[in-house]
């Protein structure tokens, strides 16, 4: 899931012309220190600037994003997914349980 996610600043990073490995690598860097590291809670905030390819805090320029709508979303895929997954696992019960019948 996390793998998926990560996709969206690949993509971007390439779209802006930018290295996408470095870029993305030092993003991830940057919350995973932010999440182990006491007193680097601030780093968290670290999001891409991909008009210089540089990461920066993008709380302190500006940028605030509506954390409540993504979550929702990501709700609301996961969902989706977990249904997608059930229908299967549906038909492929019913399947051998036809054949089992069957003999």
């Not at 670290?46 to 509506?66: F, I, K, Y």
């Amino acid at each position: 899931f996390a793998e998926a996610l990560l996709v969206i600043p690949r993509v971007l990073t390439v779209n802006a012309a930018h290295d996408a490995t470095e870029l993305v690598a030092q993003l991830r860097a940057h919350h995973y220190t932010s999440q182990t590291v006491v007193g680097k809670e601030h780093l968290r905030f670290t999001g891409l600037n991909l008009v210089d390819g540089e990461v920066r805090d993008n709380l302190s320029a500006g940028v605030v994003e509506p954390a409540i709508s993504k979550i929702k979303s990501l709700r609301f895929a996961t969902e989706a997914a977990i249904s997608i997954l059930r229908i299967d696992d549906f038909i492929k019960l019913n399947v051998h349980e036809q054949q089992q019948h069957g003999r």
